[in-house]
T-cell receptor, first 114, second 116 residues
Framework: AQSVAQPEDQVNVAEGNPLTVKCTYS??????LFWYVQYPNRGLQFLLK??????LVKGSYGFEAEFNKSQTSFHLKKPSALVSDSALYFC????????????FGDGTTLTVKP | NAGVMQNPRHLVRRRGQEARLRCSPM?????VYWYRQLPEEGLKFMVY????????ESGMPKERFSAEFPKEGPSILRIQQVVRGDSAAYFC??????????????FGPGTRLTVT
């Protein structure tokens, strides 16, 4: 079975400060990891993914994520937060042995205050 | 290049009626996934389909729910005899291919089902 944990329901940061949204996973075999963002009343938008290679992955809107195999984590980061980054963020994992089915975390609401 | 299309965006049904949710994948995508998002909850996988095949329906309730992705036309998620607990946002996603988990999924805007 595969699972994802996003331990924080809410993350609050001030505009201009760095942000981190945490994600840990459990999966059999090699993990394929994804971050998505959801704005109110909208579908999810893809931000970035880790398949293989460099542990630091860069994605859309200045976001990046660091894959840490020993800690089974894939935390989302941004050096300088914007108010417009305020949204719901989902981490997802898919196993190479379970093609197609992604398991999503419960989401973390990011609020960036001016 | 149009994204994933879902219709209707909002659907109201009385208890006992049927709900039909449609999803047209992105052009060139032959893999479709359905997810349900309950209020204040995360996204729960329901079913994964390729054209004319159900690949994984491990997240589908055993009764009243069915899904199809015919050779021609959109994917349909069908809920028979709806109950209030079916009220949720239903999202469809598509991808180029699911083999080896390489490709990300592109999501539609969702259908918000309200059962009265």
């Amino acid at each position: 079975a595969q699972s994802v944990a996003q331990p924080e329901d809410q993350v609050n940061v001030a505009e201009g400060n760095p942000l981190t949204v945490k994600c840990t996973y459990s999966v059999s075999g090699n993990p394929y990891l994804f971050w998505y963002v959801q704005y109110p009343n909208r579908g999810l938008q893809f931000l970035l993914k880790y398949i293989t290679g460099d542990n630091l992955v860069k994605g859309s809107y200045g976001f990046e994520a660091e894959f840490n195999k020993s800690q089974t984590s894939f935390h989302l980061k941004k050096p300088s937060a914007l108010v417009s980054d305020s949204a719901l963020y989902f981490c997802a994992v898919r196993s190479g042995t379970n093609a197609g089915k992604s398991t999503f975390g419960d989401g973390t609401t990011l609020t960036v205050k001016p | 290049n149009a994204g994933v299309m879902q219709n209707p965006r909002h659907l109201v049904r009385r208890r006992g009626q049927e709900a039909r949710l449609r999803c047209s994948p992105m052009k060139g995508h032959s893999h479709v996934y359905w997810y349900r998002q309950l209020p204040e909850e995360g996204l729960k996988f329901m079913v994964y389909l390729q054209k004319e095949n159900i690949i994984d329906e491990s997240g589908m309730p055993k009764e009243r729910f069915s899904a199809e992705f015919p050779k021609e036309g959109p994917s349909i998620l069908r809920i028979q005899q709806v109950v209030r607990g079916d009220s949720a946002a239903y999202f469809c996603a598509s991808s180029l291919t699911a083999e080896r988990g390489v490709y990300e999924q592109y999501f539609g805007p969702g259908t918000r089902l309200t059962v009265t």
